[in-house]
């Protein structure tokens, strides 16, 4: 077995290992985590941070497949937070990298209906959070033609009684549509 070859099988079992233990121990709905660099030595660098990210996704969906698990994978990417809403400031991949926080991106399960940027849209039309939330799709595009990507969201909201804007980047795959009528 090639290096490459041995670095895959490594991540695709840390992978596996967190999704099967989330999905069976309540990890889904307490937002257990999975970060990049406890996946991979090799992903502690923020220089990596996107292509791992991503990597990780690609990995994650496969093994979703593999295992008829019916949620929704993202990988989110934490931004630095600001005094100021921003929206989005940034149009390419190097700016996304100047703009991520020092959390390295994570793997999430989520409930179909319960993912974060639906969660905080509801919560802004019941006025649960401050009118500058917000919640946008970027392009399918944003950072490459990446297939298991269905869309991407910007996410920026205040809570209550802080100053701070806090802001994220999800990179959703979705169920297959295909599955969830099965």
Do not use: C
């Not at 917000?134 to 944003?142: D, Q, T």
């Amino acid at each position: 077995m090639t290096i490459d070859a041995q670095r895959e099988w490594a991540r695709r079992n840390a992978i596996e290992a967190w999704m099967l233990t989330t999905v069976k121990d309540g990890g889904v709905e307490r937002y257990d985590d999975l970060h990049v660099d406890r996946i991979d030595e090799g992903w502690k660098a923020p220089e990596t941070w996107v292509e791992a990210g991503l990597e990780t996704l690609r990995l994650a969906s496969a093994l979703r497949e593999q295992h008829r698990l019916l949620y929704t994978l993202a990988v989110a990417f934490s931004l630095k937070s600001q005094k100021q809403f921003s929206g989005v400031a940034f149009q390419s991949r190097d700016q996304l990298i100047d703009a991520v926080d020092s959390s390295p991106p994570s793997l999430y399960l989520f409930r179909p209906g319960e993912e974060p940027w639906l969660r905080i849209a509801r919560s802004v039309q019941q006025r649960l959070l401050k009118p500058a939330a917000f919640v946008g799709e970027l392009p399918v595009n944003f950072l490459g033609i990446h297939p298991q990507v269905s869309r991407y969201f910007y996410l920026e909201f205040q809570q209550e009684g802080s100053d701070e804007y806090y802001r994220s980047v999800f990179a959703e795959s979705e169920i297959p549509s295909a599955r969830l009528k099965s």
